[in-house]
């Protein structure tokens, strides 16, 4: 069996569920998870848990986003993205100077409405059911944060841009946005995950390239806690869940590891006694 996490680089057109489907077939599992999910139209980074690969899911540092985006002006769309129902129009004239003043605009902290189409509960039930019906809920403004937002090229009704973003941030809403800022209307004809935290496209596979070998160990990963080797006399109680008292106050939380190989997350309860949140093994 399998355990670890892969970086995909996911395909137009492909749901999560396509990509569930394929990798639970390919990997003789029934255990999947992500870090995050793509529309079908969107392409790029997907990071996904296998079997016990996807306790890590909640560890690994997502904070970060980095997308490339192709925007069309002039048009919009029911759902910000080609899979909407269209409805044309005419861009204005702009020159790439006004554009850099405006995607400047947008760097920093704000509020952000979540689209209809969003997977994201109200009332338990996900917004986009209630969009199928064609009814609108009333939701919250979320906070985002947007660290760099770039113009990489723009021609007659069309901009490409790049932007970081934090986790939560609704590209295709930003999309809109820009638009918006511009006078004009729009929605996103494509859209690419460049990265993850520390995961980059660049270490990323297509789905039919993927192989055992492409299955990564998490532990490495790890980055927002502190990784304490224990003893082989300790193994045992930490599987256990056993409370731990550490040589010295490691934050909030750590990661117990022996022989390099994660064991489980521990949460200090006070200086430095720690408990078990979540076993890895």
């Keep these: 069996m399998q355990n670890g996490i892969i970086l995909l680089d996911k395909?137009?057109?492909?749901?999560?569920?396509?990509v569930d489907d394929a990798l639970m077939k390919a990997f003789n599992t029934r255990k999947v998870g992500h870090l995050g999910t793509l529309d079908p139209f969107a392409t790029g980074l997907l990071v996904i848990g296998l079997n016990k690969g996807t306790k890590f899911l909640p560890y690994l540092d997502d904070a970060k986003k980095s997308y490339i985006a192709t925007l069309k002006l002039g048009d919009s769309s029911s759902t910000g993205d080609p899979e909407g129902t269209l409805t044309s129009g005419t861009a204005p004239?702009?020159?790439?100077?006004?554009?850099?003043t405006k995607l400047t605009s947008f760097i920093g902290k704000s509020e952000q409405l979540p689209p209809m189409t969003s997977a994201i509960k109200v009332n338990g039930e996900a917004l986009y059911k209630a969009a199928h019906r064609g009814e609108e809920v009333e939701r919250k403004a979320r906070s985002i944060e947007i660290f760099s937002l770039n113009l990489v090229a723009y021609e007659s009704d069309t901009i490409v841009f790049t932007c970081t973003v934090s986790r939560g941030t609704y590209i295709r809403v930003l999309g809109e946005d820009i638009a918006k800022s511009l006078g004009t209307v729009g929605?996103?004809?494509?859209?690419?995950?460049?990265s993850i935290g520390d995961f980059s496209l660049d270490q990323a596979k297509k789905l039919s390239e993927l192989s055992e070998q492409d299955?990564?160990?998490?532990?490495?990963?790890?980055?927002?806690?502190?990784?304490?080797?224990?003893?082989?006399?300790?193994?045992?109680?930490?599987?256990?869940?056993?409370?731990?008292?550490?040589?010295?106050?490691?934050?909030?939380?750590?990661?117990?590891?022996?022989?390099?190989?994660?064991?489980?997350?521990?949460?200090?309860?006070?200086?430095?006694?720690?408990?078990?949140?979540?076993?890895?093994f």
């Excluded at 395909?11 to 396509?18: I, N, P, Q």
């Design 11 to 18: 395909e137009a057109g492909v749901t999560s569920r396509d």
């Design 93 to 100: 004239s702009l020159t790439k100077e006004d554009i850099v």
């Design 187 to 194: 929605y996103l004809t494509s859209l690419r995950r460049l």
């Design 215 to 280: 299955v990564l160990d998490p532990t490495i990963f790890i980055h927002t806690m502190k990784h304490i080797e224990i003893d082989e006399s300790d193994l045992a109680r930490v599987k256990n869940g056993a409370p731990m008292t550490l040589s010295a106050d490691y934050g909030e939380k750590v990661l117990l590891v022996l022989h390099e190989e994660a064991i489980a997350v521990y949460q200090r309860t006070r200086d430095v006694y720690y408990h078990s949140e979540r076993g890895l």
